[in-house]
């Protein structure tokens, strides 16, 4: 008769160890001296791991790229700062630039004579302020100005007369002052004739009648005779 063969049940409180896959026993090994990612921080300071221990020699660490919105915040931030800068300069350069103010000369020909008929003419207006003036024996040159506060008169023909439109001042078609606050006259501009026979007007000398002072408009100068 066979000897009874002592044969032991397994326990089944006792583990019984389970074989791992290897992909898994390759996912779960730590590599000699990198701390562990269940480690606490602790524990990876006393394994002397950091934030700012210095990369390994060798090794390149890819850095992600920067989101579009992030670029284009920037550009908008350098295009600000380049725009702020520009402007600052041109108004640097501007400081040192004379101003000028660029205006008609004061000497200019008007024409012939012949060219104007008897009374008001206003052609000029616009261009030189002022009107040419002709009588039956002169010419003259009115300045275009208000005696008052050197508003600009309009002409008026069917009233024969020059009205200011700031104040209400009047001047007859000689630009004498007759109603308003006009102190005096309107002034009249140097003429004189050129070689070829045409008016040279000169608004840089003016000729005034001020009320109890000497009238000018009789000067040379003031006129041309017919």
């Known amino acids: 008769m066979d000897s009874p063969v002592n044969r032991t049940e397994p326990d089944e409180t006792q583990a019984v160890p389970t074989e791992v896959p290897a992909t898994t026993q390759a996912a779960t090994r730590v590599a000699p001296g990198a701390a562990s990612a269940t480690s606490t921080p602790t524990e990876r300071v006393a394994r002397g791991f950091t934030k700012s221990a210095a990369k390994p020699a060798g090794m390149v660490i890819e850095t992600a790229p920067d989101p579009p919105v992030n670029k284009m915040r920037r550009r908008i931030v350098w295009a600000t700062v380049a725009g702020f800068l520009t402007t600052c300069f041109l108004m640097f350069l501007r400081f040192f630039l004379p101003r000028a103010i660029f205006e008609p000369s004061s000497v200019f020909r008007i024409g012939f004579p012949s060219d104007y008929g008897i009374g008001v003419d206003t052609k000029w207006q616009q261009q030189y302020r002022i009107w040419v003036d002709k009588t039956s024996d002169r010419v003259f040159v009115i300045y275009a100005r208000c005696t008052h506060l050197g508003c600009t008169p309009d002409w008026r023909p069917s009233e024969n007369k020059f009205k200011c439109p700031c104040h209400g001042s009047g001047y007859d078609s000689e630009g004498v002052n007759f109603e308003g606050p006009a102190p005096r006259p309107m002034d009249r501009a140097e ?34 005779q017919l």
């Open 191 to 224: 003429v004189k004739l050129d070689a070829e026979g045409q008016i040279v007007v000169n608004t840089a000398k003016l000729y005034k009648a001020p009320k109890g002072e000497r009238n000018e408009f009789n000067d040379d100068g003031a006129f041309l």
